[in-house]
């Protein structure tokens, strides 16, 4: 079968990772993605060197592309990106606010020469805001939206998510954003604008500690491995080991309290007999539970769990993800030879994403100027 995307073309003038994670999923789904690059490439290419010499940022969301530097700066390159355009479905592109604008290649003018094109402009914080022209990153944009504030422990102060969930959040909210383009295209035969910021999909994240805040009046606790809304839900210590457990109805709470647990005066507790009260004592109730699971045995307490058909969870070092029995990776190629990443989680008719190769930098930039040049030269 076909890929979905399938003869879509897509041009990226992309860096770093909000960006590539978008045209990563439509390369993935079968687009073909032509990745312009500055003559050093793109600066995630420089961010470390463990997979196999390469970055693993740049290897993990740059595959299926096809890579072409380019100086945006040289009328000729110009009007090679001009002739990419006009021939493709969708422009992504996440330069510092009013670059492409300043180089004729802005959305609102492309918009006008091609109404079939798709645009996608991210930025770090939305277009007519105070904020629009600041320089943001990941991080500045966790701290900035709140998010910093909320995570840790209460001993630990604000602390950074250990991924770059900004710009990954980003990067699919604009995936799915172009396949509702695309989407709509094929009813109305017109393209799209999109605009998306950093900012905005942190803040889109933030709305229950937003909503808990504005309205209940109450500045989310920082509870580390707890969930802030719902308990039980959090780590126990075991006789030798830790266990994270997880109730998410009253008839679970009652399961645990009474067949795991094997404690009736527990269930029966009124200070625990709704998730609103049990998060109200939450001290209280995870202090009992903990007394009833100090001496017993991650063996004994997991077997109980899966009999009870209550979720729960080992906390996991990265070390452990790795040869974890739940994870499949798959290779993929690049110049040094092939390297195994995370496979993306969609599984499609029984199949996972095809792999294809990492480019390295200008690798298909001679195939590209000999497809587009002499078009952009009839054109000029």
Same mark, same amino acid.
């Given at each position: 079968?076909?890929?979905?995307?399938? $003869?879509?073309?897509?041009?990226?003038?992309?860096?770093?990772?909000?960006?590539?994670?978008?045209?990563?999923?439509?390369?993935?789904?079968?687009?073909?993605?032509?990745?312009?690059?500055?003559?050093?490439?793109?600066?995630?290419?420089?961010?470390?060197?463990? *997979?196999?010499?390469?970055?693993?940022?740049?290897?993990?969301?740059?595959?299926?592309?096809?890579?072409?530097? %380019?100086?945006?700066?040289?009328?000729?390159?110009?009007?090679?990106?001009?002739?990419?355009?006009?021939?493709?479905?969708?422009?992504?592109?996440?330069?510092?606010?009013?670059?492409?604008?300043?180089?004729?290649?802005?959305?609102?003018?492309? @918009?006008?020469?091609?109404?079939?094109?798709?645009?996608?402009?991210?930025? #770090?914080?939305?277009?007519?805001?105070?904020? &629009?022209?600041?320089?943001? &990153?990941?991080?500045?944009?966790?701290?900035?939206?709140?998010?910093?504030?909320?995570?840790?422990?209460?001993?630990? #102060?604000?602390? @950074?998510? /250990? %991924?770059?969930?900004?710009?990954?959040?980003? #990067?699919?909210?604009? &995936?799915?954003?172009?396949?509702?383009?695309?989407?709509?295209?094929?009813?109305?035969?017109?393209?799209?604008?999109?605009?998306?910021?950093?900012?905005?999909?942190?803040?889109?994240?933030?709305?229950?500690?937003?909503?808990?805040?504005?309205?209940? #009046?109450?500045?989310?606790?920082?509870?580390?491995?707890?969930?802030?809304?719902?308990?039980?839900? /959090? %780590?126990?210590?075991? !006789?030798?080991?830790?266990?994270?457990?997880? +109730?998410?109805?009253?008839?679970?709470?009652?399961?645990?309290?009474?067949?795991?647990?094997?404690?009736? !005066?527990?269930?029966?507790?009124? @200070?625990?007999?709704?998730?609103?009260?049990?998060?109200?004592?939450?001290?209280?109730?995870?202090?009992?539970?903990?007394?009833?699971?100090?001496?017993?045995?991650?063996?004994?307490?997991?077997?109980?769990?899966?009999?009870?058909?209550?979720?729960?969870?080992?906390?996991? =070092? %990265?070390?452990?993800?790795?040869? =974890?029995?739940?994870?499949? !990776?798959?290779?993929?190629?690049?110049?040094?030879?092939?390297?195994?990443?995370?496979?993306?989680?969609?599984? +499609?008719? /029984?199949?996972?994403? +095809?792999?294809?190769?990492?480019?390295?930098? $200008?690798?298909?930039?001679?195939?590209?100027?000999?497809?587009? *040049?002499?078009?952009?030269?009839?054109?000029?």
């Amino acid at each position: 079968m076909a890929d979905a995307l399938e $003869g879509i073309l897509v041009v990226a003038l992309e860096q770093a990772v909000a960006a590539p994670i978008a045209s990563c999923r439509l390369a993935d789904a079968g687009a073909r993605i032509i990745k312009l690059e500055r003559a050093e490439g793109d600066f995630s290419r420089g961010y470390d060197d463990y *997979a196999e010499g390469l970055s693993s940022y740049f290897v993990w969301i740059n595959r299926g592309k096809e890579s072409c530097r %380019v100086d945006l700066k040289d009328p000729n390159d110009l009007a090679l990106v001009e002739t990419m355009l006009s021939e493709a479905d969708v422009f992504i592109q996440n330069l510092a606010p009013g670059a492409t604008g300043r180089l004729g290649i802005g959305s609102a003018e492309l @918009r006008q020469r091609y109404p079939k094109l798709i645009t996608c402009d991210i930025s #770090g914080y939305a277009p007519g805001t105070p904020h &629009y022209n600041r320089k943001a &990153y990941d991080l500045l944009i966790q701290a900035e939206a709140g998010l910093s504030a909320i995570t840790g422990s209460e001993s630990s #102060g604000p602390m @950074r998510i /250990g %991924v770059s969930i900004a710009d990954i959040a980003t #990067g699919n909210a604009a &995936y799915a954003a172009i396949l509702e383009a695309l989407l709509r295209r094929a009813r109305t035969g017109q393209g799209s604008q999109i605009q998306l910021s950093l900012f905005d999909t942190i803040a889109d994240l933030m709305n229950v500690p937003y909503l808990t805040r504005r309205y209940g #009046g109450i500045e989310p606790p920082k509870l580390g491995l707890a969930h802030p809304s719902i308990a039980p839900y /959090g %780590v126990f210590r075991l !006789a030798d080991a830790e266990v994270l457990l997880a +109730v998410q109805s009253e008839p679970e709470w009652r399961i645990l309290a009474r067949d795991v647990l094997r404690d009736d !005066a527990l269930a029966d507790d009124p @200070r625990f007999a709704s998730n609103v009260l049990r998060v109200r004592n939450r001290a209280a109730l995870d202090a009992a539970i903990q007394v009833i699971l100090a001496p017993r045995s991650f063996a004994e307490t997991t077997a109980a769990l899966d009999r009870a058909r209550i979720a729960y969870g080992t906390v996991s =070092h %990265v070390g452990d993800l790795i040869s =974890h029995p739940a994870a499949t !990776a798959l290779p993929v190629e690049t110049q040094n030879g092939p390297v195994e990443v995370l496979a993306p989680p969609a599984i +499609v008719d /029984g199949k996972r994403t +095809v792999m294809r190769r990492v480019p390295a930098l $200008g690798e298909h930039e001679a195939a590209l100027r000999r497809e587009f *040049a002499p078009k952009a030269a009839r054109t000029a």
